[in-house]
């Protein structure tokens, strides 16, 4: 049974940084792809950022490039992202997602992926 647990979410100033943690359990994810979403209030969810666990090719959303880092530790099934210079615009639920390689679809679509955590609150305050 797959699981993902994120944690690491919280309240921070504009500016501030957070480091989100996705611990993944229940199979060998070295031919997954991870995923981060987020859902903003009244929102569709938004792709964020991907990492192929395989080859640790990694995709940014234009809204995060250069802010955001994916990343992953093997040794503990762990994603992490980490989120700098975080803005007002950045505060939602974000969601670790992990999807079977190859994806049946687009890595940022959502439908790619077959499994969700649980999701964590982030909350930027201007």
Known sequence: QV???????G????GG????SCAASGRTFSRYAMGWFRQAPG????FVSALLWNSGSTY??????GRFTISR??????VYLQMNSLKPEDTAVYYC???PLP???????PVSYDYWGQGTQVTVSS
């Open 3 to 9: 699981q993902l647990v994120e944690s690491g979410g």
């Open 11 to 14: 309240l921070v100033q504009a």
């Open 17 to 20: 940084s957070l480091r989100l």
């Open 43 to 46: 929102k569709e969810r938004e």
């Open 60 to 65: 940014y959303a234009d809204s995060v490039k």
């Open 73 to 78: 530790d093997n040794a503990k099934n762990t």
């Open 97 to 99: 997602a992990a999807g």
């Open 103 to 109: 994806l049946v679809g687009r890595y940022y679509s």
